[in-house]
């Protein structure tokens, strides 16, 4: 999904920052920073954006800016908030960017581009279909699983393709037919397994270490049901 600078016109790529920027004013202001002060949560955090620089950098695809990969936003969302997943994935990026740099594959020209679409749009989905879910749906622990982490999880991913695709296609970059033949019809497989991956590891976390979930509270999903 990583887009190379080349891609876009340069319009594109350099307007894509002032927004972004916007964004990350916002996130840094208004992000839950007192929870990254206990040593053990900075750990986890630190440790999902390694881990979704290795997943992330593990991307299959032929043409380019049509690579896949699996995002991970819904789980960062649900561990830490939209504010802290957005500056995490937006900190991803930037660990794939500098990789890829360092290959002579892409510069950070479309760092901006890439960031809206692959960090701050999932991580926002995300955040809005948890919330949609605990005003419309009961307080079960299996509604959070099953709803929440695995359906949000596919539905973020495969909105994320759908995303890129009509980019790609009002940028002229792609004709239709060959982001429908080519991209879009994997990126529903990519939602499955993500939905998989997410709602498994999600389980685990609830499970085993629900403090690591900023936003299952036992309380409200365990007690009394």
């Keep these: 999904m990583n887009f190379p600078d080349a891609l876009f016109p340069q319009a594109w790529a350099l307007g894509a920052f002032p927004p972004l920027l916007a964004i990350w004013f916002w996130s840094i202001r208004t992000a839950p920073w007192k929870r990254l002060g206990d040593s053990g949560q900075l750990n986890v955090w630190l440790g999902t954006v390694v881990l979704l620089v290795l997943v992330w950098s593990m991307k299959a695809g032929v043409n380019p800016g049509l690579n896949l990969h699996l995002l991970g936003a819904t789980m960062f969302t649900l561990m830490f908030g939209r504010q802290l997943a957005i500056i995490g994935l937006s900190a991803v990026l930037a660990g794939v960017t500098l990789n890829l740099g360092l290959q002579g594959h892409e510069g950070w020209l479309a760092y901006g581009l890439n960031a809206l679409v692959l960090a701050v749009f999932p991580v926002l989905l995300a955040d809005g279909i948890r919330l949609g879910v605990e005003r419309l749906l009961p307080e079960n622990f299996f509604v959070y699983v099953f709803v929440t982490s695995f359906f949000g999880a596919a539905t973020t ?69």
């Design 157 to 225: 991913a495969m909105a994320t393709g759908l995303l890129a695709s009509l980019l790609l296609w009002m940028a002229d970059v792609y004709a239709a037919t060959v982001l429908l033949d080519d991209y879009l019809t994997y990126f529903l497989l990519l939602g499955f397994a993500e939905a998989w991956l997410n709602g498994a590891l999600i389980t685990l976390m609830v499970v085993y270490a629900p403090h690591w979930v900023g936003s299952f509270d036992d309380r409200r999903y365990l007690l009394n049901k």
